[in-house]
T-cell receptor, first 115, second 116 residues
Framework: NAGVTQTPKFRVLKTGQSMTLLCAQDMNHEYMYWYRQDPGMGLRLIHYSVGEGTTAKGEVPDGYNVSRLKKQNFLLGLESAAPSQTSVYFC??????????????FGPGTRLTVL | GENVEQHPSTLSVQEGDSAVIKCTYSDSASNYFPWYKQELGKGPQLIIDIRSNVGEKKDQRIAVTLNKTAKHFSLHITETQPEDSAVYFCAAPDYSNSNSGYALNFGKGTSLLVTP
């Protein structure tokens, strides 16, 4: 049981390049989330998904797209990277937030630098 | 949406002393308050949580208290040890939008340093 995994762990992009971050969970969780973490800003929600085939915007969605084609995977895409997207990205999953089993489990993070 | 304020942003204590981190929230409908610990280079991990039907919860050296009237909750760590050094985040659910009712809003974090 690996929990939540993220690939890649590190990435350096040039402005304008695109990339996809992959999140996978093996806990059969319905809900998945993408956060970014910047110094002094805490964790800010980018997008989230409440089930396979559904996604919704979080607090800071601009410049990102997501897809949840399979229940266990949640992809975060940057179509045209900008230096402002330099950050550490965390994926999380939870069974739900409407039951007692609503702990969010986080992956180890992806450190992205956009030059 | 839910606004979560966390204080202090940094906290330094000596080994064996207690540490207290406080958070306030704005939405009176919030009913679930988790605390996460993030060690350097790792993702946040849940350490304790509390629901609105109780005022206090303990787990060994850590405890969380909740005051729903005042809309604040606190993390208490007793007999601190160097391995408690980390960044701690509080959070509360965001029910302001039915579409985002499943997300957590996090405080900005408290960097705790426990010196031997």
């Amino acid at each position: 049981n690996a929990g939540v995994t993220q690939t890649p762990k590190f990435r350096v992009l040039k402005t304008g390049q695109s990339m996809t971050l992959l999140c996978a969970q093996d806990m059969n969780h319905e809900y998945m989330y993408w956060y970014r973490q910047d110094p002094g800003m805490g964790l800010r929600l980018i997008h989230y998904s409440v089930g396979e085939g559904t996604t919704a915007k979080g607090e800071v969605p601009d410049g990102y797209n997501v897809s949840r084609l399979k229940k266990q995977n949640f992809l975060l895409g940057l179509e045209s990277a900008a230096p402002s997207q330099t950050s550490v990205y965390f994926c999380a999953s939870s069974l739900s937030l409407r039951t007692l089993k609503d702990t969010q489990y986080f992956g180890p993070g992806t450190r992205l630098t956009v030059l | 949406g839910e606004n979560v304020e966390q204080h202090p942003s940094t906290l330094s204590v000596q080994e064996g002393d207690s540490a207290v981190i406080k958070c306030t929230y704005s939405d009176s409908a919030s009913n679930y308050f988790p605390w996460y610990k993030q060690e350097l280079g790792k993702g946040p991990q849940l350490i304790i949580d509390i629901r609105s039907n109780v005022g206090e919860k303990k787990d060994q050296r850590i405890a969380v208290t909740l005051n729903k009237t005042a809309k604040h909750f606190s993390l208490h760590i007793t007999e601190t040890q160097p391995e408690d050094s980390a960044v701690y985040f509080c959070a509360a659910p965001d029910y302001s939008n039915s579409n985002s009712g499943y997300a957590l809003n996090f405080g900005k974090g408290t960097s705790l340093l426990v010196t031997p």
